[in-house]
């Protein structure tokens, strides 16, 4: 994913288009994986010196990874036309971008 994403953005760059590259999904994916790498130099770090002394360090991370996941998989979810599912999973969604200006 991140190898397809650096390519991805090098081609863009390519052809001048760093504008159109960077949305806001393409952010948050950023973000997503910045994150789940901090997560995976965390764990990995912890694993091989046997420093896991304060497990709540870790806690706001895991956190974030998990809402991050939860809201790619209702992303990825909205455009399934079977069973209704996608038309269940719009109302979520928009109820989450009108309660993200709390967040700031």
Same mark, same amino acid.
């Not at 994913?1 to 953005?9: G, K, P, R, S, V």
């Not at 760059?13 to 960077?22: G, I, K, L």
């Not at 806001?24 to 950023?30: A, D, K, Q, S």
């Given at each position: 994913?991140?190898?397809?994403?650096?390519?991805?953005?090098s081609?863009?760059?390519?052809?001048?288009?760093?504008?159109?590259?960077?949305n806001?999904?393409?952010?948050?994916?950023?973000l997503?994986?910045?994150?789940?790498?901090?997560?995976?130099?965390?764990?990995?770090?912890?694993?091989?010196?046997?420093?896991?002394?304060?497990?709540?360090?870790?806690?706001?991370?895991?956190?974030?990874?998990?809402?991050?996941?939860?809201?790619? %998989?209702?992303?990825?979810?909205?455009?399934?036309?079977?069973?209704?599912?996608?038309?269940?999973? %719009?109302?979520?969604?928009?109820? %989450? %971008?009108?309660?993200?200006?709390?967040?700031?």
């Open positions: 994913n991140i190898f397809t994403e650096i390519l991805l953005y081609g863009y760059r390519r052809r001048s288009w760093t504008e159109e590259y960077w806001t999904i393409r952010f948050v994916l950023w997503h994986l910045a994150l789940m790498f901090r997560l995976q130099l965390w764990l990995g770090s912890g694993w091989l010196d046997g420093s896991w002394s304060d497990p709540r360090q870790i806690r706001p991370l895991l956190a974030a990874v998990g809402s991050m996941k939860w809201i790619r %998989l209702l992303y990825m979810f909205r455009g399934f036309e079977s069973w209704n599912f996608g038309k269940r999973i %719009l109302p979520i969604m928009s109820s %989450l %971008l009108e309660a993200s200006t709390f967040l700031i």
